[in-house]
């Protein structure tokens, strides 16, 4: 009860939420034209399709104009040249009804937004601030809102450094709070320092509940496939395809699953696995964010398999391999894991007559099914050379316990019965502790490789 009075402190309303209600948007896009900020791999017009796609997956929020705006450097403090940002701010203001304007860039200085505020008139947003709200409206368990509280702190910090030197110009009252000796800022900073500990020390004691969880699947020995890929890629959809389970419900929206979420499903020899859907990637996804959300991504580093799902259809699926593959580098995973990974290539269904130009990918579609039993038997071929899993066949006596045994231990394949002597041929898949547990057990018993 302690620490969910706690953890209720620490999940109260966030000061940074956005004011709920409805949005009407001017979506603008900082195009760099060249040098070391233009991207290869996509175009502004590609970006600025994102930039709507992440505004259109929040409710009651819709997108007024789009303006792409040309500048030598998105750094500087205003973004843009002095005759473009004046160009930009007058389009601004001519718009009818807006409320908020989406600059398309992955962090502002809490200087800057302000005085961005007041050329423009208007609430400002950047990636971060877009992307957290999102996370904010999808996040259904402790886990997840912890993880966006503490991606807050950074935006937190900054914020407070500006309020206290607009304080300091102001010069108004004392800086220190009633005789305590402390200023306000290092009083705030300390009760932050304490609030991310405190959050922290909260995600910890879920990932060691977590850790434990992992323990006793290891144990059942299920192998572990997850199912990663770039935000809105199809990774639920392909999961629901794979397990049939009628529960999951994909949505096609950006950052529809921020929760690791666990899935049974069986491959063509009827074993076992449980496939992980995790949070989808994002080209520009702030770092502090992706920090924060490493607990969850911890758990990619304990599966037997990766399968990278691509939206084959999207303009930018080059740059979209290369978003997930460098988040996935940064993770420090097992090289076996990055060298066994399965690539999928979905909604083929859109594309006529669709051949992987990649090596080894596969193609399918989720929705439609395509392509899915030559996808389960690529897994169950990676799973069984990657967890040392033997596919054999033994001799057991049917009057005593090793059938029973096996069905426990073991995937049971096929039990053909030898009625005249009381004996069955039984062929399994069985993990290489199990079956060390099975000749000790059992020494007698005739075993086929």
């Known amino acids: 009860e302690e620490d ?48 709507v796609a992440l505004i259109d997956t929040l409710q009651n929020w819709t997108v007024l104009e789009k303006i792409i705006i040309p500048t030598k450097n998105p750094d ?3 973004i843009f040249g002095k005759g473009n940002f004046q160009v930009l701010t007058e389009k601004i203001k001519k718009l009818p009804h807006v409320t908020a304007v989406f600059l398309n860039v992955e962090r502002i200085s809490s200087l800057t937004k302000k005085e961005l505020e007041d050329a423009w008139g208007v609430k400002v947003f950047d990636r971060y601030t877009v992307v957290l709200h999102i996370f904010r409206c999808n996040a259904r368990t402790k886990e997840a809102k912890l993880q966006i509280a503490l991606a807050e702190i950074p935006l937190l910090r900054s914020n407070l450094k500006n309020d206290v030197s607009q304080l300091d110009q102001q010069r108004g009252g004392s800086r220190y709070i009633m005789g305590s000796g402390e200023t306000f800022m290092e009083t705030q900073t300390r009760m932050l320092k304490e609030k991310e500990l405190k959050i922290r020390n909260a995600l910890e004691k879920l990932r060691r509940k977590r850790s434990l969880l992992r323990t006793q699947r290891k144990k059942r020995e299920f192998p572990i496939v997850s199912v ?3 935000t809105n890629c199809g990774k639920t959809t392909l999961i629901k395809a794979l397990t049939g389970e009628a529960g999951l419900q994909p949505r096609d929206q950006l950052f529809a699953t921020l929760d690791i979420t666990a899935h049974a499903g069986y491959l063509p020899s009827r074993m076992a696995v449980i496939y992980v859907d995790t949070i989808g990637f994002l080209t520009d ?26 939206d084959i259809t999207h303009p930018e699926t080059t740059l979209q391999k290369a978003t997930v593959l460098s988040v996935l580098k ?17 909604k083929v269904d859109l594309i006529e007559r669709y051949k992987p130009t990649e090596e080894n990918a596969l ?50 394949q096929e039990v053909e019965v030898m009625p005249e002597d009381g004996t069955a ?25």
Do not use: C
């Open 4 to 51: 969910d009075a706690e953890l209720e402190e620490l999940l109260g309303p966030s000061p940074l939420a956005v004011e709920p209600g409805a949005q009407r948007v001017a979506v603008v896009h900082p195009a760099v034209k060249w040098g070391p900020k233009k991207s290869p791999l996509t175009t502004a017009e590609l970006q600025i399709a994102e930039a």
């Open 76 to 78: 500087k403090k205003f």
């Open 228 to 230: 990663m890929g770039y």
């Open 285 to 310: 996804l702030p770092h502090n964010l992706v920090e924060s959300f490493s607990a969850t991504l911890e758990e990619v580093a304990y599966s037997d398999l990766i399968v990278h799902v691509r």
């Open 330 to 346: 940064n993770l420090n995973l097992p090289s076996h894991l990055l060298d066994s990974m399965v690539e999928v290539h979905n």
């Open 363 to 412: 193609a399918i579609s989720a929705l439609r099914g395509h392509g899915l039993e030559e996808l389960k038997e690529e897994i169950e071929k990676k799973i069984l050379t990657g967890t040392g899993k033997k596919i054999l066949t033994v001799n057991v006596n049917l009057e005593g316990p090793q059938l029973s045994w096996l069905y426990k231990e073991a995937t049971v």
């Open 425 to 449: 041929r039984v062929k399994v898949i069985i993990g290489s502790s199990a079956f060390a547990k099975y000749k000790h057990l059992f020494p007698n018993s005739k075993i086929f490789m």
